[in-house]
Nanobody
């Protein structure tokens, strides 16, 4: 059984930073391809970032501000978020990209 647990969300002012963490329990082959998504109130869930075999990708809206990384020794995926904007306000979820596992989400609120 694979379980994902996110943490690190909070409330910050525009221009601030947060680092989200996603600990993966029950690591399997699913660990090698991990993604972050977010969902703002009244909007569809959207892709934010992905890491797989050392490669990374980002949505255009966060490119240059967010950095995804992965620590194999801690079974943890991180999302470093800098220069946060009010439009980044959302619930953030981690997901095993090619397996059907989602975390419970962590709330990020950015005030102007």
């Amino acid at each position: 059984q694979v379980q994902l647990v996110e943490s690190g969300g909070g409330s910050v002012q525009a221009g601030g930073s947060l680092r989200l963490s996603c600990v993966v329990y029950g690591v399997s082959s699913c660990w090698y391809d991990m993604s972050w998504y977010r969902q703002a109130p009244g909007k569809e869930r959207e892709f934010v970032s992905r890491i797989w075999y050392g490669r990374t990708s980002y949505s255009d809206s966060v490119k240059g501000r967010f950095t995804i990384s992965q620590d194999n020794s801690k079974n943890t995926v991180y999302l470093q978020m800098n220069s946060l904007e009010p439009d980044d306000t959302a619930m953030y979820y981690c997901k095993t990209t090619n397996c059907p596992y989602w975390g419970q989400g962590t709330q990020v609120t950015v005030s102007s």
